[in-house]
C-alpha cells in the first residue's frame, strides 16, 4: 500500500477508499463522533476553499492522525456538495478537487501518473519519462480549445500522442473532474449530513443562490436575456451551471454577442464565472472571433450549422425560430415584437 | 427528367435491385435508412428494418434513386424525431469530394475523380493509417457514385466520439490552426557573457526533421519536397501558384529567395531568412500536405455530423447510375471509378445526346456527337441520369 501521506494528498485513489474501509468507521460515527471532529473541519475548508479559490488547498498535516483527517475530511465535503444541491456549486466544487490534484501530480513520477490514470480511467503508455496517450482520450480530456493543445501541435503517430508529465497531470485533471461531477450527480442527499452541518449548508446554499442571481441579474452589456434566442439561452445556462462549454459551442456564443455589439471585455466577463476561466487566454479567444487580434472578423453560424453541431434546441424552437436562418435575426426579431407589445 | 427518361432508368435500376445482392452495414437493425424514389422531390426518412429480408423486398419494390442510411445507431431509428430516436454512437464518415477540391475549376469529370483519389489515398495512409493508427480492417473505403469517395472508420473507439470532439480530427487533417512557433523552433546557437551569467546571443530558427511525427514531420518533408521542386526547375517559383501563392508574392519571393538562403534552407535546417520566406514556406507545405476537399454544407465537414446520411454502399447513384462500391485498401491505386463502379451491359440503346462530348468508360473512348445514336446500356444510363441525353 502506498503511505498515508500519499493517500492524503490523493484521497479519490480507490487505495485511499479501501484503506477508510479498513477503519471501520461507520457515516453517523464520522458525521457525529468528536473522534473525527477534525476530518469534519478539513472537509468544510475543501468545499469553501473550492468554491472561492478554486482549490480544495492544502491543510497543514503534521501526524499520522491529520493524514488520517485530511483523507476522511475527502467523503465528508463530498457528502456537503450533495446536500447543497446546485449544479453550479457541484461542478465548482469538483473543480477545486482536480485543480488540487493536478497542481501535486505535476511533480510525480511517470509511472505514479500512469498508476493514478488506470485508477480514474485513462490509460496511457509509460517508456521512461514519457507518457503515450491514445488521441481519443487526448481529445476527450485536453483543453483543445488552447492552440497549443490543439492535436494538430502535437506529435501524434500510430494513434498516440506523447505528452509531458505535466500535460498529462492536465489531462488527468479533467478526467478527475467528470468523474467527480459525475458521481455526485447521482448521489442524494442523507439526513444525517443535514443534521450534522445545519449551519454551513445553510451557507453554502446562500452562496449558490447568490451566485445564481449575479448572473441572471446582470444584462450582458445591452443584450436582454428575455430576448436570447433558446440556443444561447442554452449556451448561457450551461455557463451559469458551471460546465464547460465545448469549442463551437463558445465561438458560436461569442459571435452572436458580437454581431450584436456587445464588446469584448463585455464578453470576457460572462465568461470570468466559467470554472476554468482562464483570462488571459480566453482573452486571446474571444478577441480572435470578434477579429480584434485576427483580421477576420468571423460571422455568427447560422440555424442551420448550430444544428449540425446539436446546439440548437429543437424542443424549444417557438415560432420566431420558424422564421429565421439566424439567431442573431432572432434576438432583432423578438427585440421589435417587444416593443411592440 | 421526362417521364419515359425515369421509366428507363427505374427499369435498368430495378433489374439490378433484383439480381444484386445488397450488402447491409453492420448493426443495420439501429439504423435510420432513407430513399428518395424516382421523380420525387421529397426524401423518404425514419425507416429502419429489423430483417433483411424485409429490407429487400422494400427496395426492391420501391427501385429508389437514391438510397442512404444514418453513420450513427439508433435506440428507435425510425422514431420521427431526432431526439426520440436516442442516439447510440456513430460512425466516423470522411467525405471527399470533387466539388470541394481547390484547383480543380474547370477540369473534367475524369481528371476531377482522378485528384479526389489522390487526396483519399493521402487521407487513408499518412493520416488515417499513419497518424491515427486505425487498423487497416477498421477502414471501410467506397466510391461514393458521384464525384467523390467515402471512408469509414468502424472502429467502436470513435463511437462515442461527439461533435466537437471529430471536430478536433477535422482540424488535424486539415492542418486548421497550426501554430508556428511549435512548428520552427528557437534554437539558442552562441552565448555571451552579461555581468557574469551566460545569455543567449545568437538564435536560430529550425525546421522540422522530416522523421519527426505528426505535423511537424509533415511540415518538414513538405519543405524539403518544394525547395527541390523550386531548385529542380531551375528556380523557376512560377508554378508555385499551385499552391495558392498569389503573383505579388511570387514576385517578392524570387527577388528574397536567394541560392544562399535556399542552401541554408536546404543544409543547415535554418529558416530565419525573412518572415515573409518562412511564411511562405509554412503556407505552402500546408496546402501540399493537407486534405483540403473534405465535403460538407456550408463549409462544415460531415465528418462532425453525428447524425448523417450517407449513400448506401451497393447501392445506385441515381445521378449516373454508378454503384456505391466498396474498394479494398490494397485496391485503391489501381480503382477506376469509370469501370469498376459500372454494373450495366454493354447492350446497344438508342439515345438523343443534346450536346457533343467525350468521355472514356469500361477503357473505351466515345467521342458523341450530338443528335441520335446507339450507345452502350451503361453509358446510356450515365447520360440520361445525368441529363445529357434523352431515351427515345
Ligand atoms: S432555430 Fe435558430 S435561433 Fe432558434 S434555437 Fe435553433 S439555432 Fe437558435
Known amino acids: ?341 | 427528367m421526362e417521364d419515359n427518361s425515369i421509366l428507363f432508368l427505374k427499369k435498368r435500376f430495378a433489374r439490378y435491385y433484383r439480381n444484386e445482392k445488397i450488402e447491409l452495414p453492420e448493426r443495420f437493425g439501429k439504423r435510420e435508412f432513407a430513399f428518395m424514389p424516382f421523380g420525387a422531390k421529397m426524401m423518404r426518412r425514419h425507416l429502419a428494418f429489423s430483417k433483411r429480408s424485409s429490407f429487400i423486398s422494400f427496395i426492391q419494390r420501391m427501385t429508389p434513386a437514391h438510397a442512404y442510411y444514418s453513420s450513427a445507431f439508433y435506440q428507435k431509428p425510425d422514431a420521427p424525431t431526432m431526439d426520440e430516436k436516442e442516439w447510440m454512437g456513430a460512425e466516423l464518415i470522411f467525405d471527399l469530394d470533387l466539388d470541394h477540391l481547390k484547383g480543380a475549376e474547370g477540369i473534367s469529370y475524369e481528371e476531377g475523380l482522378k485528384l479526389v483519389k489522390e487526396e483519399f489515398r493521402k487521407l487513408v495512409e499518412e493520416f488515417l493509417l499513419d497518424d491515427f493508427g486505425f487498423s487497416k480492417n477498421k477502414l471501410l473505403l467506397y466510391f461514393s457514385g458521384g464525384r467523390g469517395y467515402h471512408c469509414h472508420v468502424v472502429d467502436p473507439k470513435v463511437f462515442k466520439l461527439s461533435s466537437s470532439e471529430r471536430r478536433e480530427i477535422v482540424d488535424y487533417i486539415t492542418g486548421a490552426d497550426l501554430d508556428e512557433e511549435t512548428l520552427f523552433r528557437k534554437r539558442v546557437v552562441e552565448k555571451t557573457k552579461v555581468k557574469g551569467r551566460m545569455l543567449p546571443s545568437v538564435s536560430r530558427l529550425e525546421i522540422p526533421r522530416p522523421s519527426e511525427p505528426g505535423w511537424r514531420g509533415r511540415v518538414g518533408r513538405g519543405l524539403i519536397a518544394l525547395l527541390k521542386e523550386v531548385t529542380s526547375e531551375g528556380n523557376n517559383i512560377e508554378h508555385l501558384k499551385r499552391y495558392g501563392i498569389n503573383r505579388k508574392d511570387i514576385e517578392r519571393l524570387k527577388k528574397e529567395l536567394t541560392k544562399e538562403r535556399m542552401l541554408r534552407i536546404a543544409e543547415d535546417g535554418v529558416i530565419d531568412q525573412s518572415p515573409f520566406i518562412r511564411r511562405f514556406f509554412l503556407k505552402a507545405a500546408i496546402q501540399k500536405a493537407a486534405i483540403s476537399s473534405m465535403a460538407g454544407e456550408t463549409d462544415e465537414p460531415v465528418t462532425c455530423d453525428i447524425k448523417r446520411l450517407i449513400r448506401l454502399p451497393s447501392s445506385l447513384h441515381g445521378k449516373t447510375g454508378f454503384k456505391v462500391c466498396r474498394i479494398k485498401i490494397d485496391e485503391l491505386e489501381g480503382f477506376e471509378p469509370l469501370r469498376d463502379a459500372i454494373v450495366f451491359s454493354d447492350e446497344k440503346v438508342e439515345v438523343d445526346v443534346a450536346a457533343p462530348l467525350k468521355i472514356r468508360m469500361m477503357e473505351e473512348s466515345f467521342n458523341l456527337r450530338k443528335g441520335k445514336q446507339r450507345v452502350p446500356e451503361y453509358l446510356a444510363v450515365f447520360l440520361v441520369a445525368r441529363r445529357m441525353a434523352k431515351v427515345i
Not at chain 1, 510525480?108 to 503515450?132: C, M, N, P, T
Request: charged share 30%; proline share 4%.
Open chain 1, 1 to 341: 500500500m502506498r503511505d498515508l501521506k500519499t493517500l492524503a494528498r490523493y484521497p479519490f485513489l480507490s487505495e485511499a477508499k479501501e484503506y477508510v474501509k479498513t477503519l471501520n468507521v461507520s457515516v453517523d460515527e464520522l458525521l457525529l463522533d468528536l473522534t473525527y471532529e477534525k476530518a469534519r473541519i478539513f472537509g468544510v475548508e475543501r468545499v469553501e476553499n473550492a468554491v472561492q479559490k478554486k482549490n480544495v488547498g492544502e491543510r497543514r498535516l503534521l501526524s499520522e492522525a491529520d493524514y488520517l483527517a485530511e483523507i476522511l475530511s475527502y467523503p465528508v465535503a463530498r457528502m456537503i456538495v450533495v446536500c447543497v444541491d446546485d449544479a453550479y456549486f457541484l461542478r465548482k466544487y469538483a473543480l477545486g478537487e482536480s485543480v488540487h490534484a493536478y497542481l501535486n501530480l505535476r511533480n510525480e513520477s511517470a509511472d505514479f501518473l500512469a498508476a493514478v490514470g488506470g485508477d480514474i480511467g485513462l490509460s496511457v503508455k509509460v517508456d521512461g519519462d514519457r507518457l503515450y496517450v491514445h488521441f481519443i482520450d487526448y481529445i476527450r480530456y485536453a483543453p483543445t480549445r488552447y492552440r497549443d493543445w490543439k492535436m494538430v501541435n502535437r506529435p501524434l503517430k500510430n494513434g498516440y500522442i506523447v505528452v509531458s508529465r505535466r500535460d498529462f497531470a492536465r489531462l488527468l485533471q479533467e478526467c478527475l473532474r467528470r468523474r467527480i461531477v459525475e458521481e455526485l450527480e447521482e448521489r442524494s442527499c442523507s439526513e444525517t449530513v443535514q443534521d450534522a452541518f445545519p449551519e454551513e449548508l445553510g451557507r453554502f446554499r446562500n452562496m449558490a443562490a447568490m451566485q445564481r442571481k449575479r448572473f441572471e441579474a446582470q444584462p450582458v452589456g445591452r443584450i436582454s436575456v428575455t430576448k436570447l434566442p433558446p440556443c444561447m439561452k442554452d449556451i448561457l445556462a450551461s455557463m451559469q451551471a458551471g460546465e464547460n462549454i465545448p469549442h463551437m459551442g463558445r465561438f458560436a456564443f461569442v459571435a452572436f454577442l458580437n454581431a450584436l455589439g456587445v464588446n469584448s471585455g463585455e464578453i470576457l466577463k460572462l465568461f470570468s464565472t466559467a470554472p476554468d476561466y482562464d483570462e488571459e487566454r480566453t482573452r486571446y479567444q474571444v478577441e480572435h472571433v470578434t477579429g480584434r487580434i485576427s483580421s477576420t472578423k468571423y460571422a455568427p453560424p447560422g440555424c442551420e450549422k448550430m444544428r449540425t453541431y446539436g446546439l440548437c434546441p429543437r424542443d424549444k424552437m417557438d415560432d420566431i425560430c420558424k422564421r429565421v436562418k439566424n439567431p442573431v435575426v432572432y434576438y432583432r426579431l423578438k427585440s421589435k415584437e417587444m416593443r411592440k407589445k
